[in-house]
């Protein structure tokens, strides 16, 4: 317990030379329900999983379009995604605007990680709780990025984060070799699989729950839904192989936390 | 005990990746009295429990109308309230004067849900105190949608929030198939039915403890008073059915909590 | 004692969802000598005790005109009263400028209660230390409202608050029925009648330390003085029926507390 | 020792609606030096006793003229006195030059308390540490009124504040009813007879440690000095029957304080 | 030790009515090496005892021009000091070329003892921990002032502040009904005997450790030097009398403080 | 544990006379991964061991392009480095722009260090946590400087830093006399043996997890990459002579501390 | 330990008038490596002892020109030192620019010394932690300052500062007789065997260990090196007679604390 004097302000070192508040931001993201991004040569897909309030409520959006050709998904405090799917729109509008071409999605993701960076080295502000996966498809072909509350970003050819994302992570290692030459509906369907793993126990992926979108050569940024998205389910269900649930030692969010959806986590 | 240390000031995050100060305010919300809003594939209709000081006063306000298409119910503290509707009036006031048309419900509940956010992420405000059901009726449709204290927003068929509100919930958890073709009568009667389980024991819904407004297609939002508000309350009697008084189990607010009504929490 | 960490600064919320320090801000207007309000259908009045720190100084005025059409009555910090009421006469004094009419009680009561929540959810300011009961007359009428430090406000038939007020509560409690057709007269000695309860045992209302006034239709906000109160007070003798004192169960400031008198407290 | 946690900040309440901070600066005032003002119909008359450092230093200064009209007499911090009469020699000076006549001694009473005002509500400021009597004639006749660090402020016929000022007050309520009707000669006399009860024990008043100063119809605000001074002092050693000394259950500054002449106190 | 919560920040009132900054910062005053001032009918004289780092380095210097009719000489910390002379000769200056005349002594101690007042109620700079006395001759004659960090000043005959000064004020008891008619030679010399009490046991005065220096009717501010100065200290040593050095009771300073020379404390 | 009161704020000196979260900011430093950088007459080489958040991310770049003449390679915060990195390409483009001429190293250096020293005396903002390794080539040569969180920055012969650069260290003290003759090719030869002392164990440089980059005399800034780097990690594997692994007695960041690479420390 | 609540703010006052993070920064000077200056009637002369990181680094440099006819070394935070240095530079510059003339050392050094004091009264910024050493010659001759964090400074005729420094102290003291009639070289062998009783036991000062820089009449700032150097080094062997190594009982910084090089002491 002694090193908690370091950890209850952003701007302070501990003596390990960490900053406890932009680990403890990261926790937020860990708690949100799962999503991933993978790559094929031509095309970048978004799957997550959506989570509702109760029955008598919408699911949580999970994927937001930006642009045309990007759109991100999500996993943390939905409040603060919202604030910073805002801030990115306005950016490529206004690249848009400014230069008449479509911002570029590695310079959206700088400026982004830039903006985390900055509230963990401010007095003001706590660090943004959210990780995003942004899918985009520009002159250079398709981009898969995430960032994070340390203001840390990486492009991936396939990524998971968010709660159980361990599963989806395993399946996608074990068969990111398939993607880069991989159509688009295979795509979708590793996605589907991979996103299997990291729901829990008993249920099972359906149109409702879970959110799909592409972006690619040709094809503007789009989610996949209804039948379309229900025809995808079915496939991957006859193919099994799906990825295996979260194994028993993953580390999970500790079982007297309340459920997230309450404080607003997606 | 030794989590304290973190709740303090919202803008420090826990171990766990929570906000304390966020969940705190939302203690304020559960305190609140009862309000529960339903809509069918034409209308919206809020109900709400009223709160009066004592027997020389008015009831306090829990329904506020925004403008004509639109209106709020209130759970948590009055003050809040009344500053969050006082911007919200001015914004759609401001809507219909720059664009002549009225301002979309979804749109000024992402505003709202921002205003909330930035009081979660700046050292200068605590977070506001009060949940919101926003009834409204646009070319959309009618919408009910919940804004809380987490900058967090969600859009429902139906829901209910504020002091012993689980009752109201699994009312209309129970019936909400039958709200999309519902009559504005009957969902009226479900609003007043699913509310009757969120009073205490020995009391019962009249005409003075219970505010109900309607909006919808051709029809401007309106509170239901008087003699057309005690038809509903004498059918519902009449029909029986209504929700089951909150279970034992019900996580209530604890005895020790003095009669929030003292702080301005309705 | 484990609750006190959230109420030592006002932003800051308890895990009860409460704001300690809005809280004892409240108990500064419990010590505040008592003061009451009541309205006719056609009339209000206000009844107050003043206090006097000595023989040799004033009275403590208790009761204060904010306009020909509105005034107040205390029950708190004089300092912090003085600068609202200061408020509320420019705020009056520029409604009758701008646009030639007089203020609305309403409106005003906002505005003031608006006041008192920015103060509950600054980091700056302490939250003021004083309620009102607002008595006024305008063309909807007579109106007594109540403002209170959490940035509430209510209206009321009849109120009373300050130390010692419940007694006079039950009195008005017990009255009401009669007051909407009873003469100013009247008012004023059922006013006078229940603000009897709230002084300590063996003392007894007199001139100098009641104060009394009225508004209303054709009538301007004027304090009862004189003779013309001592009238009054000889009336309500003879008639007796006066307000019990406060019984022994009433919650009254503890007796460590030193006299309020000394700090400002009226 | 546990309500401690309440008043190390000025804009903290404390559980029984206290404002500790203000308190404490009150105890400054009851520290300084005693001093007393005094009203006839016609005169208003300030005696107060002077400190001095050491038998090489002039005595501090107790009595302040702030305008023709009006002056002060102080207890407390003699630097917060300096700033503050230098505020209301601003404000008069002003007056008379905007609106060619003198500034009404009520109104500049009010500006000082709200300033102290002020000070208790603000983060920035302590509240000052001085209480003043301001005596002045103007076209309502003489005024003695008392500020204090708390933002309130009385109207008295005689009052007495500072170190074992009890004494003199208690004198003063027992001679008040002959203030009116009495000569400026009488009122003198009655000030120094009151005054002589505040020094310690074996000491007497001497035209060195007594200040006199007064102000009424057609006389400018004057110290009464020298000779004449002397004259008075005479005068009532011949007549006897002044204020007993302080007896001795008065709340004295407790025997550890240091001399807080040291601290500019005076 | 229960008293400490009080003492550290000078916006804090303890509860006895003391700011503990303000006295701290008047024990660095009680720590600089001793300074005195008097006067005659014609003149002011400053001495002071000089502290040199070492045997290598210049001694500090102790008193400073401020104008041709006005000096000073300090105690306390050198560097506080150096930033409020420069204050004061600004002002003089300004003074001298806007008003064609000299700053008025009084004027000019006015303004600096407010700056330290300033100090004593703001959150953002500590008291300065300077004392001073300023030497001054204006149209009124020669005066005496001393300022201290409580934004105190007053007007004296003669003082000494500093490291052992009792024995010198003592001194200045004892002779000072000589000082008014003595010419400037023998006021000098009263100040040079009386200084040689504040030395430590087994030192002298002499020329390299002494400053003294001289204002007056028709002699502008100058520091008496060299042989000049020499002639002073052989003709005390003839006479004799000198100030007794400090009597063992006399409240040093604690033996375990660091010689205050390091942190600039003269 | 005592001395910790002195480091939870970069303004609050140590009695001893350090600054504590300057200190633990530069274990961020340490943790990071290593890098190193070594000069002839003529060039100089940066290299670098880059880490991989897994399989199917990219690896972090570790060696930043800053002008045509000028590169850093860092270790500690990433995001931190982004933003300086941001900051000296603006710098040298700037100076480009307004003098035509290419911002020497030495200059940028010191603005870097500067804006490092402003970090670690303001309340605002916390040190930087990064360290790095600046290689040019202008006028004067090829240089290779270190700047670090404390605003310190050394020009040095061959330089390591990051995670088990002790190793490193050892092997460049042992080879510098050969460097300044040396070729560019003998220099990366000389880079890489060095920095195969700081991989763990049983872990071998690939061209994946190795960057290096070089500038010299005509040589612009530019990477290393492909076949032309795995021709140098032939080349050094036949010529053995690397530097021997890091030995037990160094000190390693502890074994308790999580991965560094979640929290975007390169 | 029970004085440390005084010590963690700059603006706090301790009990016994010190303020404690003064006396903390002025132990960074005491850890910085030795240096030291000596004037004669016509020179100035500093000598400095240089550390390195290691082998591979440059040495740290000690002695920086300010202008033609100044310098200064400095021993404490090298990055403190450079923005003051560089401060230094600019006045130097804009006073050549606006009046033609040279700056003179003091009009300087009072400036720095400003500087420093306002980093000992402000909120927002810790006082510097360097010491320094001014070496000057203007139209006034020669001169040698010190300046310190505390915002105090001091001419000397030969002054020594930083660790182990007091054995040059010692040697300079014994010979200061000789320093005013000595010829340059005299001065600067004076100086280097003042020097050699800094370094540590076994070591011996040689050419990249030691700065030397001169100024003087007709002589600009310019630092001795090389072969020259080497020239004095010889000679002081041969005569011997140099200072002897610090004593045992000098207070060194304690064991324990790690070379301060790391953190950018020199």
Redesign the interface.
Known sequence: ??R????????????????????????????GSACLGLTSKTHAVLCALKRS??????Y?EKIMKIDDHMGISIAG????A??LA?YMRTEALNHKYVYGTQLQANRLA?DL??M??RC??????????VGMLIAAHDATGPHLM?T?P???Y??????AIGARSQSA?TY??KH?QDFPAASVDDLIKHGLKALSGCITGDKELDVASVSVAIVGAGQAFEEVQGARLQAFLDAIEVEGDAAAPAPAGEPE??AD?PAPM???IA
């Not at 209850?8 to 993201?29: F, I």
């Not at 405090?77 to 603060?80: Q, V």
């Not at 990486?154 to 990524?159: K, Q």
């Open positions: 317990m002694f908690n004097q370091y950890d209850t302000d952003v701007t302070v070192w501990s003596p390990q030379g960490r900053l406890h508040q932009v680990e403890y931001a990261m926790e937020a993201v860990k708690q309030p109760n029955e008598l409520g919408s949580q405090l939905t409040a603060d919202r604030m805002k700088t990680a830039d985390h960076q963990t080295q401010s007095y003001v502000r706590r660090p943004y709780g995430e994070s340390s203001g840390n990486f492009e991936y050819v396939a990524m992570k996608l290692e990111y969010a500790p936390v309450d404080e607003g």
